[in-house]
């Protein structure tokens, strides 16, 4: 409900070598496969016939052995992570199979093409606040776990952590036509709680980032697109700055 995918459609229209994470991984496997050369079949696959490409083909098994050969400490960092701060069983499982996928997506994409800008709006900095997190219980993840995470997988050149009041969140989460039906058991009370967890969790996030000097815009979505957008801009420019002048 914090309006990220609305800013990141935004973002990837405005910068002009732009591409999201997934379209980078679609384009990838098309091309390992030669279905870039059909246009036909291009225009047609989806995302989840892809994946199932990748999968079949072996091309996936492929990506998550480099990968593991790349960030070692990524598979342990995440599991441990899992076990100590998920309080249910089969959604620990759910979460570890979906980091599985995404390692062999992330190595796919990234020693491909150059591809200039990629934008991950559900990359290992978001499913930070699935492993620390959790919908129900206490939040007790410390600013250490965070930080051994953090230290086992791939990070960003920046970062842009996206939240809002709660109220605000809350009533898009409602609104939204997928992603919160399975929060519809919860009373208000306890989506509020679960709002907060999270906010909780994104404080340690920021604060860890900034230790591993990341640099991190926390942005808070209460009012319109454009406003989001022009904060944003800001920052973006001030990072490119900030790089050119350390190169």
Same mark, same amino acid.
């Given at each position: 409900g914090a309006g990220k995918s609305t800013l990141g459609a935004e973002l990837v229209k405005s910068i002009d070598d732009a591409?999201?994470?997934?379209?980078?991984?679609?384009?990838?496997?098309?091309?390992e496969?030669?279905?870039?050369?059909?246009?036909?079949?291009? =225009?047609? @696959?989806?995302? /989840?016939?892809?994946k199932r490409i990748a999968a079949i083909s072996g091309h996936n098994s492929t990506a998550l052995s480099c990968y593991r050969t790349a960030f070692p400490n990524a598979n =342990?960092? @995440?599991?441990? /992570?899992?076990?100590?701060?998920t309080n249910i069983d089969r959604r620990?499982?759910?979460?570890?199979?979906?980091?599985?996928?995404?390692?062999a997506e992330y190595w796919t994409v990234i020693s491909g093409?150059?591809?200039?800008?990629i934008l991950i709006d559900e990359g290992y900095i978001h499913r930070a606040l699935s492993l620390f997190g959790p919908p129900l219980g206490p939040f007790t993840a410390t600013q250490e776990d965070i930080l051994d995470y953090f230290s086992a997988i791939p990070l960003p050149d920046v970062a842009i952590l996206v939240g809002g009041d709660t109220e605000t969140v809350v009533q898009r989460m409602y609104k939204?036509?997928?992603?919160?039906p399975r929060y519809f058991a919860y009373g208000s009370g306890e989506v509020s709680e679960m709002v907060q967890r999270q906010k909780d969790c994104l404080n340690?996030?920021?604060?860890?980032?900034?230790?591993?000097?990341?640099?991190?815009?926390?942005?808070?979505?209460?009012?319109?697109?454009?406003?989001?957008?022009?904060?944003?801009g800001r920052f973006l420019k001030e990072s490119e700055e900030l790089f050119n002048n350390e190169s």
């Open positions: 591409i999201y994470f997934h379209d980078a991984y679609n384009q990838s496997v098309q091309r496969h030669k279905l870039v050369n059909i246009p036909i079949l291009r =225009s047609v @696959i989806p995302r /989840a016939e892809n =342990s960092a @995440i599991s441990n /992570a899992c076990c100590e701060f620990c499982h759910r979460i570890i199979k979906n980091f599985t996928h995404f390692n093409d150059d591809w200039g800008t939204r036509e997928k992603g919160f340690l996030i920021e604060e860890s980032l900034s230790k591993l000097d990341v640099n991190t815009l926390r942005l808070a979505n209460n009012n319109s697109v454009d406003d989001a957008m022009r904060q944003i």
